[in-house]
């Protein structure tokens, strides 16, 4: 399965950004997908992830309630809405494939490149 972000960008302080990713070669419907996001210096933490039906979601704290995750099967396609975004949210985005939903990076199996998103203050 290969996957490509796309829809980073420059964003001031309190705006909004969709991520998206779209997933080709392989069952991409019978996969969990999860975002996962990585500043410089620092390790990749989870943002959010979605089951392969969509009827299930989690969220770390740090972006409940601001970032939705969503996914299109028909498309091939899952999404970030992020909205109120912080200087902290900066970082490459990076959305990943894997069989069980899951908050550890380790439990997934494909990735993407990454996309980068700037907040400015």
């Known amino acids: 399965v290969e996957m490509e972000e796309s829809g980073g960008g420059l964003v001031q302080f309190g705006g909004s950004l969709r991520l998206s990713c779209e997933g080709s070669g392989g069952p991409f419907s019978t996969y969990a997908m999860g975002w996962f996001r990585q500043a410089p210096g620092l390790e990749r933490e989870f943002v959010a992830a979605?089951?392969?039906?969509?009827?299930?979601?989690l969220y770390a704290d740090a972006v409940k309630g601001r970032f939705t995750i969503s996914r299109d099967n028909s498309k091939n396609t899952v999404y970030l809405q992020m909205n109120s975004l912080k200087p902290e949210d900066t970082a490459v985005y990076f959305c990943?494939?894997?069989?069980?939903?899951?908050?550890?990076?380790?439990?997934?199996?494909?990735w993407g490149q990454g996309t980068q998103v700037t907040v400015s203050s």
């Open positions: 979605i089951s392969w039906s969509g009827g299930s979601t």
């Open positions: 990943a494939a894997g069989t069980m939903l899951r908050v550890a990076f380790e439990e997934y199996s494909y």
